[in-house]
Structures are given as structure tokens and as C-alpha cells.
């Protein structure tokens, strides 16, 4: 398997900030806080899923209002 350093980061799961360098090929990853999955999932490194939950309350919130608008406002302008 090869690892791309140029796309890889590492983060480290705990409750308190560790520092950890992780060493591919002699070079050092960088050590992120946080980390966005393939599937848009918002992964920290204290395991909180509090940022996450806010982002896909945001996301909804923004669905409804595009419907609200598209839906809505036009059946009652139509009236």
C-alpha cells in the first residue's frame, strides 16, 4: 500500500490536546483537530459531536427555507 503525505493527516482521539507525530516515509503528518470524512461526517479529536450536529442542523435548515421559498411563497403569490 502507499500512502500519500501529501493528502494524509493525522488525528489524534482523546479528551485532552496530544501532541503525537506520526512519520511516514521521514516525513511528519500534520496533526489536525478535526477531520471532514468522505461522507461530509465531522469527525474532533475529543470525540464531541456537538460541531457536527450544528452543521447538519444548519444544512436542514437551509433545505427548508429553499423549500419554504420555492413551494410556499409561490403557491400563495399564485393565490
Given at each position: 500500500?502507499?500512502?500519500?503525505t501529501?493528502k494524509s493527516?493525522?488525528?489524534?482521539?482523546d479528551?485532552?490536546?496530544?501532541?503525537?507525530p506520526?512519520q511516514?516515509?521521514?516525513?511528519?503528518?500534520?496533526?489536525?483537530?478535526?477531520?471532514?470524512?468522505?461522507s461530509?461526517?465531522l469527525f474532533?479529536?475529543?470525540?464531541?459531536?456537538?460541531?457536527?450536529?450544528?452543521?447538519?442542523?444548519?444544512?436542514?435548515?437551509?433545505?427548508?427555507?429553499?423549500?419554504?421559498r420555492?413551494v410556499?411563497v409561490k403557491?400563495?403569490?399564485?393565490?
Amino acid at each position: 500500500m502507499r500512502i500519500s503525505t501529501s493528502k494524509s493527516e493525522a488525528m489524534v482521539l482523546d479528551r485532552k490536546r496530544v501532541a503525537c507525530p506520526l512519520q511516514v516515509g521521514g516525513e511528519v503528518l500534520p496533526q489536525v483537530e478535526e477531520f471532514k470524512y468522505l461522507s461530509g461526517v465531522l469527525f474532533t479529536s475529543e470525540g464531541k459531536m456537538e460541531r457536527e450536529i450544528d452543521r447538519r442542523i444548519g444544512a436542514a435548515s437551509a433545505v427548508m427555507r429553499s423549500v419554504y421559498r420555492t413551494v410556499v411563497v409561490k403557491k400563495e403569490s399564485k393565490g
